[in-house]
C-alpha cells in the first residue's frame, strides 16, 4: 500500500463579483460599492477545514487583503498558508511585465500588512501563466515568490500550459534560480484530459465520478490539487446576468460544492501546496533558457 498520496487544497480568495472578461461586471473602481461576501465562503471553507485539521493554502486578492486585512488575518492565524492572487485580478494577457510587476507588488504590501508575514507564493488569475507568459516567472522570483501554482498543464481558454508532467517540479531559469511549481494536472484518460479538481469541473462532476479522480490519482501516485473560491460555498450569492454558457460555467452546481468538499475532505488526505512538494517526488523540471 505504502504511504497515501497527499493532495493539494488550494482557494483563491476573492468575491462573487471577480468574474474574468465579462465586460458587465463591475468595474473596479465600483467594487468597493458591490455587496462584499467573501467572509462567507471563506469563514466556511476554514470551519470544514479545521473540523478536520487540514491546512490548505489560500491565495488571496491584495484588493481583499486592503478591504478585509481581518480576514486574511483570521486565515493566516488559523495556520494557513497565504499566497497571492495578484492585486485587481488582472490575466497575465492583458498585463505586460511592468504592470504585472506593479500589481503583484501593490498585493504583496497588503498581505504582508495583513498577515505580518512574508509572502512567498502566486497563484495567476484564470491560471493565466501559459508559455506566452514565461516572462512573469524572473519578477516573481525577485520578489521572493518561491512557490508558484499558475500553471494549469492543459489548453484552456486563457492561459493553460501544456505540458507532459503529473507531479511538482522545478521551473529553472536563465539565471539559475527555480521557482517550484505544483500546477493544476487534468486526469489523462485514453488520449484525453479531464480537469475535475476544481471550479466549474468539480461543480459540474458528480460526487462518484470525483471521487473515481481523485481514487485514480493515488493508484497512480499522483497528486490533485483542489481549487475552490469562497463564491463557490455561497450559494445565496447575487447572480450576475452572464451569458449562457458563462452562467452555466459560474453558478451550475453550486448547491452541492459543501457536500462535495465534505466527502473529499472525509476521504482523502489534504495538505498546503508547499506541504504536497515536500511529500512528492518531484517531476522533471523545466528550464527555460535565456530568462534572467
Ligand atoms: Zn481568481
Same mark, same amino acid.
Given at each position: ?8 487544497w ?58 478585509a ?20 485580478h488582472?490575466?497575465?494577457?492583458? @498585463?505586460? +511585465?511592468?504592470?504585472?510587476?506593479? /500589481? ?6 497588503? !498581505?504582508? $500588512?495583513?498577515? *505580518? ?25 525577485s ?18 500550459y ?13 539565471d ?8 493544476v ?14 471550479g ?27 481549487? @475552490?473560491? +469562497?463564491?463557490?460555498?455561497?450559494? /445565496? ?6 451569458? !449562457?454558457? $458563462?452562467?452555466? *460555467? ?43
Amino acid at each position: 500500500m505504502g504511504s497515501p498520496v497527499l493532495h493539494g487544497w488550494s482557494i483563491d480568495v476573492e468575491d462573487w463579483f471577480h468574474i474574468l472578461e465579462y465586460d458587465r461586471a463591475p468595474d473596479p473602481a465600483a467594487w468597493r460599492r458591490q455587496e462584499r461576501r467573501v467572509h462567507i465562503g471563506t469563514q466556511r471553507m476554514l470551519d470544514a477545514l479545521d473540523v478536520r485539521g487540514v491546512k490548505a493554502t489560500f491565495f488571496v486578492l491584495g484588493w481583499i487583503a486592503e478591504v478585509a486585512p481581518e480576514l486574511v488575518a483570521e486565515i493566516a492565524r488559523r495556520g494557513h498558508d497565504v499566497g497571492s492572487h495578484g492585486h485587481m485580478h488582472r490575466l497575465l494577457q492583458h @498585463l505586460g +511585465p511592468d504592470d504585472f510587476a506593479r /500589481d503583484l507588488d501593490h498585493s504583496l504590501t497588503a !498581505l504582508e $500588512r495583513a498577515t *505580518k508575514r512574508e509572502i512567498t507564493s502566486f497563484r495567476a488569475p484564470g491560471f493565466s501563466l501559459g508559455p506566452n507568459e514565461t516572462w512573469a516567472l524572473p519578477i516573481l522570483a525577485s520578489r521572493g515568490i518561491r512557490l508558484d501554482s499558475s500553471l494549469f498543464l492543459t489548453t484552456r481558454a486563457h492561459g493553460g500550459y501544456p505540458l507532459e508532467r503529473s507531479r511538482p517540479f522545478d521551473i529553472v531559469l536563465g539565471d539559475g534560480r527555480t521557482i517550484l511549481e505544483v500546477p493544476v494536472v487534468p486526469l489523462r484518460v485514453g488520449n484525453r484530459d479531464l480537469a475535475f479538481s476544481g471550479g466549474g469541473y468539480l461543480r459540474l462532476l458528480p460526487k462518484p465520478v470525483l471521487q473515481a479522480a481523485f481514487q485514480t490519482c493515488e493508484l497512480r501516485k499522483t497528486p490533485a490539487v483542489l481549487y @475552490l473560491h +469562497p463564491r463557490e460555498l455561497d450559494p /445565496d450569492q447575487p447572480r450576475m446576468r452572464l451569458p !449562457l454558457a $458563462r452562467r452555466f *460555467k459560474y453558478y451550475v452546481g453550486l448547491d452541492g460544492v459543501a457536500d462535495k468538499v465534505a466527502m473529499l475532505l472525509d476521504r482523502f488526505h489534504f495538505g498546503t501546496l508547499a506541504h504536497v512538494a515536500a511529500a512528492t517526488p518531484r517531476d522533471l523540471p523545466l528550464v527555460l533558457d535565456g530568462l534572467a
